[in-house]
DNA sequence: ACCTTCTTGTGATTTTTTTCACAATAATTA
DNA sequence: TAATTATTGTGAAAAAAATCACAAGAAGGT
């Protein structure tokens, strides 16, 4: 785990690679992948020789390999089983996004507190949530998507980490405690949008001045 | 600008600060503030020297001061307008999404090209695509959220772009080219997600090894 | 077969970010 | 009011991440 940030590029490599392989490339080099994901050649490179992904002097990456080997890493040669707590906005627009199903993470099921979302019959079943712990023990369930309140998540986490989920994905805007044996990554959408209104207003702000200036 | 990190946890702050508010709070100390969203304290207070936010030695912080002087910092004092471009899963669950209103930004209407979706009488009204130049324009819309498959994403930014737009927020899966005076942030769920298996899967396979040794 | 060209792989360097450590100072107590 | 204690604010140090720069080695040309 030598660059936590690395781990993340490799993941938009194996994405960009497969963008690149439907436009017909077959092999390609750090610069072109570099561009397709903005960062310079050398942190390609750089990220590949952290990995051990070696490529060839001049005639660069074959990309089926490259994907291959990515996938290896990232743990997605094996379709990944994840869960869902909360079937409101988020939780519900995530059970039908196709873009985890094309990546080898199957959504098993959903879990809700509120007896009238349930629908065990759905394309992505919606059970009580009160089934949750045995529902994770049975299918031996590793990851699990928090998409419930603030006020709920928390106690979502210890029921999950209690029944043996090793990942989470939290999206609920608060810090959540989790035992070192299992991690937490949280996507806090206010937060990111806050952050384009700040440094677009920097932005602004300085162009403004620029001007003045010129 | 001195520190791009710096920014993200001043959101962080001020969403902790709401919540130790309504937990009776008045005063806050470095310390608190750090554990609240897990982080040293020391980075804390220099964050906050960083951007000339100052306490009161061995009184700590005043709560109330210091959500005013972070929302002045994140230009949240005015309410922000946003568009949503893509009614499917992600921005339909968007612009039901409660959070950005109590956060002071407001969703002025989502743009959608499949004209079976499009409902101007909805409670954010949803338009068709071709309005969204003209919309922007007239309302001076700064800030945009795309939320439209891949394949149309470069083109929706570009508009954007083109009809005044300076932030943006893209779910879409790919890296998008924008020109220097327009911020891009971007969000990317799967990616998220991969990145939970990935550390989740290192660390067990760690903890294991630990065990044997043991 | 040799030369040229292009691209990788990585140690060294630079830049960025975080953490340390402690002087300065406000609140509290005696 | 003096002594004590707790906490800030920040330069200095350490750690982490990104970038440079170049030797090594394939591919293609002559």
Redesign the interface.
């Known amino acids: ?1 030598r660059n936590k940030n690395s ?2 590029r490799l ?2 490599y194996k ?2 690679l497969r ?1 690149l392989k439907t436009m017909g490339f077959g092999r390609i080099f750090s610069d072109n992948l570099a561009d ?3 960062v310079n050649s050398c942190q390609v490179r750089k990220d590949f020789s952290i990995f051990g992904i070696s490529g060839n002097k001049r005639g660069g990456y074959q990309i089926d390999e490259l994907i291959e080997h990515l996938n290896n ?4 040669n094996i379709i ?1 089983h ?1 869960i869902i707590v909360g079937a409101g ?2 939780g ?3 059970a ?2 196709e ?2 199903e ?2 080898g ?1 199957r959504i098993d099921a959903v879990f809700e507190a509120d007896p009238l979302k349930v629908n065990p019959r759905a394309d992505i079943p919606v059970l009580a949530a009160d089934d949750m712990i045995e529902f994770i023990q049975k299918n031996d369930i ?2 699990g ?1 928090i998409a419930v309140p ?1 006020s709920a998540a928390q106690q979502v986490l210890d029921l999950m980490v209690l029944s043996g989920v ?4 939290n999206f609920a ?3 959540l405690r989790a035992p070192r ?5 949280n ?18 702000k300085a ?1 403004e001045k620029d001007a003045q200036e010129a």
């Open positions: 785990m781990i993340i993941s938009r994405n960009a963008r397709a994901i903005g890493i990232l743990g997605k990944q994840a906005n988020i519900a627009a995530l039908k996004y873009g985890f094309k990546d993470i590793r990851i998507i603030e090793k990942g989470i994905l805007p608060i810090r044996e299992c991690v937490v990554n996507v806090n959408l206010v937060l990111e949008l806050e952050n384009v209104i700040y440094f677009s207003n920097l932005l602004e162009l």
